[in-house]
Nanobody, 117 residues
């Protein structure tokens, strides 16, 4: 079992910045991927960015050049630096942990990000 605790999020004006952080605890070992997904009202949850335990990153096209994902393997944390925020970035952001060894996904409780125009 893996527990994810998120922090950050909130309300910001368009063009501003926010930083999300997520700490994982529990059965953590082997190769894994940590990332952030988001879900806006009436839309499906989708990938924002992810990073493997080896450091390979993936970004949604809509956030490339604006968001940066990073992780600290020693502390089992992942962060998402979000710059040049747009109103369309408004959503609930969820931290995700994917364990390669059992092919399971774990989710945080979600944190609201609201970007005002």
């Amino acid at each position: 079992q893996v527990r994810l605790v998120e922090s950050g999020g909130g309300l910001v004006q368009a063009g501003g910045s926010l930083r999300l952080s997520c700490a994982a605890s529990g059965t953590i070992f082997g190769r894994n991927t940590m990332g952030w997904y988001r879900q806006a009202p009436g839309k499906q949850r989708g990938l924002v960015a992810s990073i493997t335990s080896a450091g390979t990153t993936t970004y949604a096209d809509s956030v490339k050049g604006r968001f940066t994902i990073s992780r600290d393997n020693a502390k089992n944390t992942v962060s998402l630096q979000m710059n040049s925020l747009k109103p369309e970035d408004t959503a609930v952001y969820y931290c995700n942990y994917h364990a390669d060894w059992n092919d399971r996904d774990y989710w945080g409780q979600g944190t609201q990000v609201t970007v005002s125009s």
